[in-house]
């Protein structure tokens, strides 16, 4: 670890970092990697997306690195909560930078809501893609999501987001109740099913709000969905399932040994980018932990651990000195283990022979058609999605 990332040791007691964020990235593997190397200590409040979210916006002073998602910052930026980073601070910024995700040309053909589109801050302390010397949130993860199949079927292998809505899953449908992620899902589903058309998918009008939700309601009164969930999919009884799934889930359900099945659909998945923000109220010895926690995020240890849970790292140089040949041929290059593919937590999830569902990190990335979204209309969608949700969560 450079000695520029280690943290002075004029004070005598640890000093401490309080971060806030959701279990996707606040695991134990990482803070003790972190603590040893940083010799500082760290403070991990876990909540669920929404709840993390909610805490972001009303209660700044009660954390100091917010890690969450991208599109977040269209609900917590507003409200003041977050200052701005300083790219001259980040360590290797321009490898950063280089990411396609954060290129223009890249993101062009691309549905809104990538990270691009609201990672600088402008001099009026907008967000826009326009580059300036400072950004909202220093990208870290990022993956590409899907589905899968819980339980034991003779159900064909779904392929399509159509399948979230076919007959044959009736009653054993679940979907991600955050607006930001289960209706992209939704969208998918019904454009696959040619029930549904609109210009921009990440973007929607008042009228093709109301349009997306009478449809999913029918879908509701019909019984269809088994239900919606926050924090983790629902398991199996008895009877196979077929849920939206992030790969932390994926995986930890798979090291249980629960019979389960990730999807790649021919339309596309959906993408989402985690990364961290610094709290309006840190205080400047402070804010030099928040840049040494979050430079470390880039050195290696943290790629690795994130490889292990499914995820990627928007810059991975030095992710793939911190993972064995096989970690890294599976995990980024789509390769079949020669070995134990193992979790953060050591548990065995995929044996020699095994492959990736989707392939490559390069693969999967570019097959990313829609991105978790704020839309303009964010309060109208939420306010009518959660009529359908807030009694049905599982």
């Known amino acids: 670890m450079p000695d520029s990332l280690k943290t002075p040791s004029v004070h005598t007691k640890t000093p401490k970092l309080r971060v806030l964020g959701t279990d996707v990235t606040l695991i134990g ?37 917010y890690d969450q998602w991208f599109h977040d910052l269209d609900q ?35 549905l809104s809501g990538t990270p ?63 607006a930001a992620i289960g209706v992209p899902d939704l969208l998918m589903a019904l454009r696959a099913q040619n029930e549904y058309s609109c210009s921009d998918p990440g973007n929607l009008s008042l009228r093709e709000i109301e349009s997306f939700i009478r449809l999913v309601k029918q879908y509701q009164l019909s019984n269809h969905f088994l ?79 994130m490889a292990r849970n499914g995820a990627y790292m928007a810059a991975a140089s030095a992710t793939r000195s911190h993972l064995t040949a096989n970690e890294w041929d599976f995990w980024y290059d789509g390769k079949p283990s020669v070995a134990d593919i193992l979790d953060p937590f050591g548990n065995v999830v995929y044996r020699p022979g095994e492959l990736r569902e989707g392939g490559s990190c390069e693969n999967r990335q570019k097959q990313i058609v829609i991105w978790n979204s704020v839309m303009d209309e964010h309060n109208f969608l939420v306010r009518l999605w959660n009529v359908i949700t807030e009694r049905a969560l599982v």
């Open 29 to 65: 593997a990482l803070k003790n990697a972190a603590e040893a190397d940083l010799g500082i200590h760290l403070e991990f409040t876990v909540l669920d997306g929404i709840q993390a979210q909610r805490r972001g916006v009303l209660a700044p002073e009660t954390f100091d690195i």
């Open 76 to 110: 917590v930026w507003p409200a003041r909560s977050l200052k701005p980073i300083d790219i001259d601070r980040i360590l290797i910024w321009d490898e950063l930078q280089a990411w396609p995700v954060l290129n223009e040309q890249h993101v062009s053909g691309t």
């Open 116 to 178: 691009f589109s609201r990672l600088y801050v402008q001099d009026s302390g907008e967000l826009s893609c326009q580059a300036t010397g400072q950004i909202s949130m220093l990208p870290t993860v990022y993956n590409a999501d899907s589905f899968a199949v819980i339980g034991d079927t003779s159900e064909p292998e779904p392929n399509s987001w159509a399948d979230l809505l076919s007959d044959r899953w009736s009653g054993r449908v679940a979907i991600q109740a955050d």
């Open 227 to 305: 239900g919606f969930w926050n924090d983790n999919p629902p398991s199996t009884n008895g009877t196979a399932t077929l849920s939206t799934m992030w790969w932390s889930n994926y995986l930890s359900q798979k090291a249980k040994g629960t019979s389960i099945r990730m999807c790649t659909p021919t339309e596309g998945y959906r993408g989402w980018c985690g990364g961290m923000a610094l709290s309006q109220h840190v205080d400047q010895r402070t804010e030099e932990l928040a840049y040494a926690y979050m430079n470390w995020w880039l050195t290696g240890p943290a790629g690795a651990i």
